[in-house]
């Protein structure tokens, strides 16, 4: 509904995901609560593999004649993922290192007031 609505171009697995991000951030929703939900997906996720690989079997042919081409695309795909993650990672410290100097002063400052 989000994505019509919006006109968003981004599926529905990705809203969904990124309003739980929120809600959660928001504190409107506690990571406990889904503890025993995320336990039993953990239990079964063996489950969760069968549609994609059943696929892969039904288009074996195209997957065999793009074989270099869908590598590259992981190989490509999984080095950005990496590359982004550490970009971000590397930012989050940063940021994170700044305020707490900046906290540290104030609180030096105020203790010498």
Same mark, same amino acid.
């Given at each position: ?12 697995? =990705? =809203?969904?995901?990124?309003?739980? &991000?929120?809600? =959660? ?18 239990? #079964?996720?063996?489950?969760? &593999? ?7 079997? #039904?288009? &074996?042919?195209?997957?065999?004649? #793009? ?19 550490? !970009? ?23 203790? !010498?007031?």
């Amino acid at each position: 509904m989000i994505q019509t609505i919006l006109n968003l171009p981004l599926t529905g697995s =990705i =809203i969904g995901m990124l309003v739980l &991000f929120i809600v =959660i951030q928001l504190g409107w929703i506690k990571i406990s609560w889904g503890e025993e939900g995320s336990s039993w997906l953990q239990s #079964n996720l063996q489950l969760l &593999f069968v549609p994609p690989t059943v696929g892969i079997i #039904n288009h &074996f042919d195209f997957f065999q004649a #793009n074989t270099i081409l869908l590598v590259l695309g992981l190989i490509g795909s999984t080095l950005i993922t990496c590359l982004l993650s550490a !970009l971000t990672s590397h930012w989050i410290m940063a940021w994170r290192e700044k305020h707490q100097r900046k906290e540290e002063l104030s609180c030096h400052q105020s203790s !010498l007031d």
